[in-house]
């Protein structure tokens, strides 16, 4: 009986050890898969995020750079005109430079005043950099994956800097022909070549200027003369310039497959 009873005891003990075992290998599976499960879930949302923000900086750069698109095709059309005038006024004021140092100038006083009111008409060229100063205060250059883009446009930018400080040497330039003017164009005479809507007028009354020394009258030649070839010289830096800024364009309708 006794016997029995232990052989029945000794059956239990095999048959517990082994549910056991066959729990212990089911629940280690168990625990794997749901690891593994867990796993496949952060690492896929890990990769729907990347992809999600991949497509956000995508669409930010596209609009970035078509804004960069429209900014360049403004400083082409402000470019234009500013080469325009430069040229046209340069040839001006070679013209009133002869005038006022030729024999004759008694006979020219209407045209020599008209141009002289002129010196002081100006028109500066005005960089359309709203883009790129939203790029380089956001810190947003580097949205930019054509690095051979953003080194094209920071060179563009350098080059329009040295335009802008061409054009502020004008200025003290005509500061200088300003303060001579007294010395040489009557106040008055020169003030009635501009009407009340500020159009230049021609006058008909022939007026004179107010010294015949031909020192200071030559001092004033030359610095007209000197902001003739300032003038002209910038110009020419504006061409430049438009070139870049054309190329520019190509390069980033060319990078960016843009039609």
Partial sequence: MEENQEI??????????????????????????EFFMLFLAVFCGFLAENYRESLSAKKIEKEYILSLIEDLKTDTTNLSWYISFRKEKSVLMDSLAGMILSEERSLLGNQIYFLARQVFNDQSFFYSDGTIQQLKNAGNLRLLRKRNVVNELLTYEKKVKV??????????????????????FHSAELNATM?????????????????TDFGVINEIAFQIHYLSKMTKGNSLRAESLKSDAARLLELIHSEYKID
């Fill in 163 to 184: 335009l802008e400080e061409w054009d502020e040497n004008d200025n003290r330039t005509k500061s200088t022909f300003r303060e001579m003017g007294g010395k040489v």
């Fill in 195 to 211: 009407d009340s809507e500020m159009r230049f007028v021609m006058p008909t009354s022939n007026p004179q200027l107010i010294t």
């Fill in 8 to 33: 029945a005891e000794s059956g239990k003990d095999i048959s517990n050890i082994e549910m056991i075992s066959s729990l212990k290998k089911k629940n280690w599976k168990s625990y794997f898969k």
